[in-house]
């Protein structure tokens, strides 16, 4: 079994920050690009940020300068760090990952539950 788990969604003023956490655990053998997702009320999913197995990230346009994502291959995990938060960042985020499990012994694409962001105004 391969789950990833979000933390640190929460209510946060517009101008504020917040730190998004995803573990990854399981049967892994190893974990390829990861990236944040987010998904509004009557929207579709966006991409947020990617982030390569080597650490080179990529983010939507309108995140840029203000989000930041890293990783810790040694603790499989992925965050996203979000400052000067507006309120048309309120969505919720999803963690994603491409993981090799120890299973299947494939890489395989997984989501994680998510977790909610709201920004108020």
């Known amino acids: 079994q391969v789950q990833l788990v979000e933390s640190g969604g929460g209510l946060v003023q517009a101008g504020g920050s917040l730190r998004l956490s995803c573990a990854a655990s399981?049967?892994?053998?190893?974990?390829?690009?990861m990236g944040w997702y987010r998904q509004a009320p009557g929207k579709q999913r966006e991409l947020v940020a990617r982030i390569t197995d080597g650490g080179t990230p990529n983010y939507a346009d309108s995140v840029k300068g203000r989000f930041t994502i890293s990783r810790d291959n040694a603790k499989n995990m992925v965050y996203l760090q979000m400052s000067s938060l507006k309120p048309e960042d309120t969505a919720v985020y999803y963690c994603?990952?491409?993981?090799?499990?120890?299973?299947?012994?494939?890489?395989?694409?997984?989501w994680g539950q998510g977790t909610q962001v709201t920004v108020s105004s």
């Open positions: 994603n990952a491409d993981i090799k499990n120890n299973y299947y012994k494939i890489v395989m694409n997984y």
């Open positions: 399981g049967s892994i053998i190893s974990i390829y690009a």
